[in-house]
């Protein structure tokens, strides 16, 4: 519970559960708000504005020149600290573009976090989100910045830090519940955003969610796929329509509750991601949490660029017995996926109803 005159926001983890990556690539995706995990951004008033680094996500204290490469080696060299700065950073000159007035005060922002870490969950952007949902409370600017405008505000933040990111899971992280989103080039170029349709929570089968401790970068995993499709590569081109179309198809699956379709549509979804990538980008674990899940005849794919995935058994709770068993066996981690619901409150759907293209 926040104190008085603080504030807190918490986002959960997303699900990209059809036609991921394809947001990354003018498509379409059906993605879904994850309440097994969350980050949580507290926003407190201050004379000066702090930034505060959290004791363990940005570690600057080591034993060891040892412990310190070690965990550079695990981790990386970046924690939240330079997403809530973005965030930041983002959130102002959007305001000052906008010709939104910002009252003269200052505050300090912390956060904590237990989505595993770059595990394509979504954990960057979540800390982001949060942090713009506290902005736009403490400058009480929520009903000037529209619902459709937020996810391109926190994927700005990222891409303002090099990091090459898709708009789905702000999406997702925004919206909240469950989301079929569509990219198309001419709308996304002429509006800033995409188009959003939240759908039924309840159409959704039950989902499990494997991960393991095995961090991965999105931007470094996109990279290279990014440059070829931006240089015109007829076969990355042609195999991120057939992406995007798995999630119209998948649409439709759950509408009609085909799910036997629907878990055919999650294998290719994947099937088509290895073929793009290539098995050194996706990583042999990854690729592992993806077939230990087949072995048991679940469906199966990445939940973002890499580290979790969903898994669905169509057969039930015996295939899911089996599923925990071959996980256990590897170290894998299984997990009844929890979908939250939305949360966006009467001020946010006023800017939806009234001004949505
Ligand atoms: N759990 C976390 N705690 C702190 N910072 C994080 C966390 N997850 C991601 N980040 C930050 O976000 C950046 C990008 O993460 P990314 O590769 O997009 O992973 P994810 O799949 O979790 O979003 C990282 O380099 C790091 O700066
Ligand atoms: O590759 C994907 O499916 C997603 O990768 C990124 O998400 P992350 O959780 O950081 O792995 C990216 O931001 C998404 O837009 C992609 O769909
Ligand atoms: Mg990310």
Redesign the pocket.
Same mark, same amino acid.
């Given at each position: 519970m926040a104190e008085r005159g603080s504030i807190e926001h918490e986002v959960h983890a997303r699900i990209g559960l059809l036609g991921n990556p394809s947001d990354v690539y003018s498509g379409r995706t059906i993605s879904l708000s994850l309440s097994n995990f969350s %980050?949580t951004v507290r926003l407190e008033p201050s004379d000066r504005l702090v930034i505060e680094p #959290?004791p363990t #996500?940005?570690l600057m204290h080591f034993d060891s020149i040892d412990h310190l490469v070690d965990r550079l080696d695990s981790e990386? $060299? $970046? !924690?939240?600290v330079? &997403?809530l700065m973005s965030a930041c950073n983002v959130f102002l000159k959007h305001c000052r573009e906008n010709g939104i007035q910002l009252r003269m005060a200052n505050f300090k922002l912390s956060?904590e =976090?237990n989505?595993?870490?770059? =595990?394509?969950?979504?954990?960057? +952007? %979540?800390?982001v989100c949060a942090a713009l949902n506290c902005l736009l409370d403490f400058y009480d600017v929520r009903h000037l910045i529209r619902v459709e405008v937020r996810p391109s505000l926190v994927l700005a933040a990222?891409n303002a &830090?090099g990091?090459v %990111?898709g708009l789905q899971?702000r999406v997702a992280q925004v919206y909240g519940g469950l989301v079929f989103m569509d990219f198309n080039k001419e709308h996304t170029e002429k509006f800033g955003h995409g188009i959003y349709t939240p759908m039924d929570i309840n159409l959704l089968p039950p989902l499990h969610l494997i991960f393991a401790e095995n961090? +991965?970068? @999105?931007?470094?995993v996109h990279s290279t796929v990014r440059q070829r499709w931006l240089a015109g590569d007829k076969f990355i081109i042609s195999s991120m329509e057939e992406v995007a179309n798995l999630a119209l198809e998948g649409r439709k699956a759950l509408l009609e509750k085909d799910y036997s379709k629907f878990a055919d549509l999650m294998n290719r979804n994947f099937d088509l991601r290895r073929s793009m990538f290539g098995e050194d980008a996706l990583g042999e674990l990854n690729i592992k949490m993806v077939e230990v899940a087949r072995k048991v005849g679940a469906a199966s794919k990445f939940t973002? @660029?890499g !580290?979790a995935v969903v898994a669905f058994c169509p057969e039930g709770p015996s295939q899911v017995k089996l599923l925990e068993n071959e996980c256990a066996k590897l170290g894998f981690v299984v997990q009844p996926v929890q979908v939250a619901p939305s949360r966006l409150n009467d001020i946010d759907l006023k800017t939806l109803a009234t001004t949505t293209p």
């Open positions: %980050a #959290h #996500h940005d990386g $060299y $970046y !924690g939240g330079r &997403l956060y =976090t989505i595993p870490r770059q =595990t394509g969950l979504s954990g960057s +952007s %979540a800390i990222e &830090l990091i %990111a899971d961090p +991965s970068d @999105s931007g470094k973002g @660029s !580290g």
